[in-house]
């Protein structure tokens, strides 16, 4: 995973670790490694500002011994990356469930996202996640355009023994919506998924509708799949959606195919809302917490 952002990031500390520490110096290097971060699919924003702030923090510092600089230019770098990927809120997906539980409601989520970035599956693998960990949990097939997709999270919901809410084609995706909530409610179920139809972000009706499906379930959390081969249109994508109906967290899907990772450093710079996991494969249980300390880790190696 990663390997160009790796080798980037690898370059970078060799590179400033042998040339003197002045602005002077430095500028050049740190325009190649500009370069090098848009190339890894790092948005242009996001990319200057981690050059800005590595020029601001080494520019004019005095440091006699080489191995002494290759530590600072890590350290530096490190806290950098880290700031970049810091959210305005954390949020523990868990202990938000409970204390829903302790009012006796159910906890919903409605998913959000265009086609293609692997969102149905994305949510059969949550499900598998609570149920894991001792949830019950019911699906709202509200993507009531895409062929297939009601047959699609049916035979999800069958593999994983859990119920699921569906209407025809072409019903309201809110009027489903609704209708799992209070099943969920009936039933003493601990958390609603709600799946929506894949929205191209510009499309003003679709996002309306989306809209629409919050306004009348109210949802705890509205979260956003996000490709992570798609690169700076993920952060494209991110921006729109949080813009037009908002979110509260991500998903970067596909993630163990991804060579660049800088969707990974755009996307919570862009929305300042945390991504909670990385789908790291095709099994239910491909689904990873997502940690920037862990992240920033891996790729400074």
């Not at 190649?32 to 050059?51: G, H, M, Q, T, Y």
């Not at 019903?171 to 929205?199: I, S």
């Not at 109210?218 to 949080?242: R, W």
């Amino acid at each position: 995973m990663f390997e160009k952002l790796k080798s980037g990031l690898s370059r970078l500390v060799n590179k400033v670790t042998t040339t003197e520490l002045k602005a002077e110096k430095l500028r050049p290097v740190l325009s190649d490694f500009k370069l090098s971060l848009i190339e890894n699919d790092v948005a242009f924003p996001v990319a200057e500002r981690i050059c800005d702030e590595m020029q601001k923090r080494l520019g004019g510092v005095q440091v006699k011994r080489l191995e002494d600089r290759k530590k600072l230019v890590e350290a530096n770098l490190r806290e950098v990356l880290l700031e970049t990927m810091l959210a305005n809120d954390e949020i523990d997906l868990l202990m938000a469930i409970e204390e829903k539980q302790k009012k006796g409601e159910p906890y919903i989520i409605v998913f959000v996202g265009i086609n293609g970035t692997g969102k149905t599956t994305t949510i059969a693998k949550l499900a598998q996640f609570l149920t894991r960990k001792g949830y019950s949990v019911v699906l709202s097939c509200s993507d009531t355009y895409r062929a297939g997709s009601i047959e699609q999270l049916e035979e999800h919901a069958k593999r994983l023994g859990v119920r699921m809410i569906k209407h025809k084609y072409g019903g309201d995706p809110a009027a489903v919506a609704y209708d799992t909530v209070n099943h969920a409610k009936a039933h003493g179920t601990n958390v609603v998924l709600v799946d929506t139809a894949g929205r191209i972000q510009t499309n003003r009706n679709l996002m309306n509708e989306l809209a629409k499906i919050k306004r009348i379930v109210n949802p705890d959390m509205t979260i956003l799949t996000v490709d992570s081969l798609t690169g700076n249109d993920a952060v494209m994508q991110a921006e729109e959606f949080h813009k037009s109906v908002g979110i509260d967290a991500t998903i970067l899907t596909k993630v163990d195919a991804d060579v660049k990772g800088g969707s990974a450093l755009s996307v919570t710079y862009v929305t300042k809302k945390p991504v909670l996991f990385i789908g790291i494969g095709q099994n239910y249980d491909d689904l990873e917490k997502f940690e920037p300390e862990k992240f920033v880790e891996m790729i400074l190696k």
